[in-house]
T-cell receptor, first 112, second 113 residues
């Protein structure tokens, strides 16, 4: 059974800092990996999707990497802003392509 | 192209009543997934449906819960005889094909009093 762990569970940083969120998973037989953000009381916004054959994806100030062999992914956020404050979720699509497995999330607070 | 729509956004039910949650997938998407987020917990897969078929319901409780995705109309997640432990946010996602990127709706927040 796939298990996804995110570290740290919570993170508070001053504005402008670069930061890294970590995700580890137990089963490397994945179809793809996505990073989402979830704002309080709201839905999920997809940030980046990495196919299992890819190593990284970039979008603006965000960069996500994937190392299937070690079961790890990182989300790098450059020059953090207060608007980045949210819960960040690491989500795997299993190889069968039928279900997503979610990490518990990292709650990020960026202080002005 | 409208995104995934869920209604109602908020639903209050008394114990023992039925809850019906609706999900309209994005246009052109025939694959629908339901997830549940209990308070202070992560999202958990419940069920995966294609038009008129349940593909994977391994994450759904065996009793009181059912889901359908008819040929016409939205997907429905139905919870009979609700209990307080059913209080959660229920999210629906859709994709154009199996293993396609899933797009999430805003969720329905169910409160059982």
């Amino acid at each position: 059974k796939q298990e996804v762990t995110q570290i740290p569970a919570a993170l508070s940083v001053p504005e402008g800092e670069n930061l890294v969120l970590n995700c580890s998973f137990t089963d490397s037989a994945i179809y793809n990996l996505q990073w989402f953000r979830q704002d309080p009381g709201k839905g999920l916004t997809s940030l980046l999707l990495i196919q299992s054959s890819q190593r990284e994806q970039t979008s603006g100030r965000l960069n996500a990497s994937l190392d299937k062999s070690s079961g790890r992914s990182t989300l790098y956020i450059a020059a953090s802003q207060p608007g980045d404050s949210a819960t960040y979720l690491c989500v795997l699509l299993e190889a069968s392509g039928s279900r997503l497995t979610f990490g518990e999330g990292t709650q990020l607070t960026v202080n002005p | 192209n409208a995104g995934v729509m869920q209604n109602p956004r908020h639903l209050v039910r008394r114990r023992g009543q039925e809850a019906r949650l609706r999900c309209s997938p994005m246009k052109g998407h025939s694959h629908v997934y339901w997830y549940r987020q209990l308070p202070e917990e992560g999202l958990k897969f419940m069920v995966y449906l294609q038009k008129e078929n349940i593909i994977d319901e391994s994450g759904m409780p065996k009793e009181r819960f059912s889901a359908e995705f008819p040929k016409e109309g939205p997907s429905i997640l139905r919870i009979q005889q609700v209990v307080r432990g059913d209080s959660a946010a229920y999210f629906c996602a859709s994709s154009p094909f199996q293993a396609g990127e899933q797009y999430f709706g805003p969720g329905t927040r169910l409160t059982v009093t």
